[in-house]
């Protein structure tokens, strides 16, 4: 609803950044599959700016930001998915620094680890889903094996033993 206000208010050729939760881009409802057909057949949804958790307080969700034009279809969508390296939140907020590869980026949509584009001729119509996964593989966390779990649970447990024997001799 929100998204469906600020695409009504937006005058020919006006240019649009709005804030949404992502799953806004892979939702089932007729409501958000007719928004994003919207989108994609009546604006120009040019940029998806992918954000940490965190990034908004209160959200509880990953945000996007959308970006797009009133007057043209899309014909492609630059995504970029942004990682910068730290947990974000109340006293680790989002700074200029952050963005700055995006902004450099942007400005030709240009591909990289952290952004692609996707065709709209290869998106469903049935859904209209705009939730592309990063071909460069940015969605991927290195995972730590179970032998290297096991050791750092070793390690803590000794260390809490250590503690605990300690505590023992003060008493």
């Known amino acids: 609803l929100f998204l469906q206000h600020f695409i009504r208010m937006l005058k020919a050729g006006g240019r649009a950044g709005v804030v949404i939760k992502n799953t806004f881009l892979s939702n089932t409802d007729n409501a958000s599959v007719s928004l994003r057909k919207l989108l994609l057949e009546d604006y120009n949804l040019h940029t998806v700016l992918d954000l940490p958790g965190g990034t908004f307080q209160g959200a509880g969700v990953k945000t996007v930001v959308l970006f797009f034009d009133k007057g043209a279809p899309t014909r492609k969508v630059w995504y ?54 990063n071909p460069n593989g940015g969605d991927e966390k290195v995972l730590r094996s179970p032998e290297e779990i096991l050791d750092e649970i070793a390690a803590l447990d000794a260390e809490s033993a250590e503690v605990l024997a300690a505590i023992r001799g003060l008493l």
Do not use: H
């Open 80 to 133: 970029y998915q942004l990682n910068p390296g730290r947990n974000m939140g109340k006293t680790n907020p989002l700074n200029d620094n952050d963005l700055a590869e995006f902004v450099a980026l942007q400005k030709t949509k240009a591909d990289s680890p952290q952004s692609w584009t996707v065709d709209v001729s290869g998106i469903d119509t049935r859904t209209y889903d705009l939730s592309a996964k």
